[in-house]
């Protein structure tokens, strides 16, 4: 049941190995990217406890030996402090270029330590074991990298691939469902951007993706449904990366919903009145709905693509955010931040149909400014 997709990127190609078991795997998959049996490992005071001792056996297998930096959870450890702690702190392992580097964790330590990987000695290589969903299926693939600033979210960084990717199933087992939901989110927007195939057996398999109430012994078909889905946003988002690593065109599909879903965070504070996932659904719903207004897709799309992630149990409206949000003006505004602002006008995901996702710089102000209203004066 372990699927590998190859990153095919010239001169900095690699896997990513998905499947359950793989920390069990962690020395014997890494082993042969080490000049010596040595690894750094930093992870998060919510990771650890649940899984560092596993990942260290996994290692010790093959006879690695590895030092932990525990850094505390949560997107404020995306920041200049925290970095400047792992940078040093890898300075003070000694660690040398051909070493490796673990992150251990989320999307924040997953682009957190790959910044500091790209930084430190001009660049260490590192390893991705990302223990999320939404990191499995998206931060820790494609080499984006970075901290938020002040000014905003993830404006700082680089583009530093990883060695190596372990997506190892069982993780998942130990995400509440609201996490699990959240990188759901991720998932159902591939299906949505590039793939109606995908997305039709979401609809009919995606919940049996949902955790269960006891994780225990899975049934093997729960456990491939989860590889699959893995497997195939993986997949897709190795093959947008590999045609444009650096965001010049087709990149920018992987944000479909996320300009909507970047102003609703920052209205929230990238607070836990909104994980990025939910955003990200939320922000999808919206991009359809704004496609409809411009006759680019039937309504039909919109109400298709709510429907799946009411079905799914998630946030799928403004409605479902609680507490006060900006008015249309106000979220419209919070959109200007988006990094990919282009000469002062903002880029859009949008879509011809589900599955059909393109990049538009002409989206009209007030087309998006009625979509918002509508949304707005449901809650
Ligand atoms: N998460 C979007 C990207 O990697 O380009």
Known sequence: MIETVHVNLPGRAYDVVIGPGLLAQAGARITPFLRRPRVTIVTEENVAPLHLAALRQGLEETGITSETLILPAGESTKSWPFLEQTVEWLLAQKVERGDIVIAFGGGVIGDLVGFAASTVRRGVRFVQIPTSLLAQVDSSVGGKTGINSPSGKNLIGAFHQPTLVLADIDL?????????????????????????????????????????ADETALPDDKIAARVWAVTRSVQMKADIVERDETEQGDRALLNLGHTFCHALEAATGYSDRLLHGEGVAIGCALAFELSARMGLCAQEEPSRVRAHLNAMGMKTDLSDIEGELPDAHGLLALMGQDKKVVDGQLRFILARGIGKAFVSADVPADKVLSVLNDALAMR
């Open 172 to 212: 998942l087992s130990s995400l509440s469902e609201r996490d699990f939901l959240s990188g759901y989110g991720e998932v159902a927007k591939y299906g949505m951007l590039g793939d109606p195939d995908f997305f039709d057996w979401l609809e009919s398999d995606g919940p049996n993706l949902k955790p269960l």
